[in-house]
């Protein structure tokens, strides 16, 4: 059965401090998209990255960094001198390949990120 | 260009009655989903509509729940009856009509926040 599973409820840092959430999943396919979303207090979920299972190249935007590792099924999110702007829940999900968009991701619990000035 | 809008943002209901959640899709797109988290939980897919098709149902209860998206006017997810563990953050998503539509184009709302008494 596919799974995501964001470990950390809520982290809490102060600005400037570097934070790193933690994504594991579960599939049985050798095909498969991983996304990471960020919803932020206003509540509508914004899109941040999707990654191809047959990349595991790590990506770099800005601030935000993810790490992307087969061997362990793991897609970590790192936030570089984070910012009270980044305070929000941020949700890792999975989709299998050859679904209909829309209909097949799978979401972990979410991870709350508090930054204080 | 507003987003996808739904309301209410809070929706407080009796054990027994009914609950309507409306989405407005942003403009030019025709596709809906409806998702649900419950607590302690991810976003799960309910279902996927088109103008006046319902497309995949799969992730609705079978009994109680219902989706229309007419020719004119919002999509609403209706839940009859409704039970203590209906109570869930209900968030819509929509996107464009598009050749190899790929999840990242889906827009999210801001959810409506169901509590049953």
């Known amino acids: 059965a596919q799974k995501v599973t964001q470990a950390q409820t809520e982290i809490s840092v102060v600005e400037k401090e570097d934070v790193t959430l933690d994504c594991v999943y579960e599939?049985?396919?050798?095909?498969?998209?991983l996304f990471w979303y960020k919803q932020p207090p206003s509540g509508e979920l914004v899109f941040l990255i999707r990654?191809?299972?047959?990349?595991?190249q790590n990506e770099i935007s800005g601030r935000y960094s993810w790490n992307f590792q087969k061997s362990t099924s793991s897609f970590n999110f790192t936030i570089t001198a984070s910012q009270v702007v980044d305070s929000a829940v941020y949700f890792c999900?999975?989709?299998?390949?050859?679904?209909?968009?829309?209909?097949?991701?799978?979401f972990g619990k979410g991870t709350t990120l508090s930054v204080s000035s | 260009n507003a987003g996808v809008m739904q309301n209410p943002r809070h929706l407080v209901r009796r054990r027994g009655q009914e609950a309507r959640l409306r989405c407005s899709p942003m403009?030019?797109?025709?596709?809906v989903y409806w998702y649900r988290q419950l607590p302690e939980e991810g976003l799960k897919f309910m279902v996927y509509?088109?103008?006046?098709?319902?497309?995949?149902e799969s992730g609705m209860p079978k009994e109680r729940f219902s989706a229309e998206f007419p020719k004119e006017g919002p999509s609403i997810l209706r839940i009859q009856q409704v039970v203590r563990g209906d109570s869930a953050a209900y968030f819509c998503?929509?996107?464009?009509?598009?050749?190899?539509?790929?999840?990242?184009?889906?827009?999210f709302g801001s959810g409506t926040q169901l509590s049953v008494l």
């Open positions: 998503a929509s996107s464009p009509s598009i050749p190899g539509l790929t999840n990242e184009k889906l827009f």
């Open positions: 599939t049985r396919d050798t095909t498969y998209y």
């Open positions: 990654r191809n299972s047959f990349d595991e």
């Open positions: 999900a999975l989709s299998e390949a050859g679904r209909q968009a829309g209909t097949a991701l799978i």
């Open positions: 403009k030019g797109h025709s596709h």
């Open positions: 509509l088109q103008k006046e098709n319902i497309i995949d």
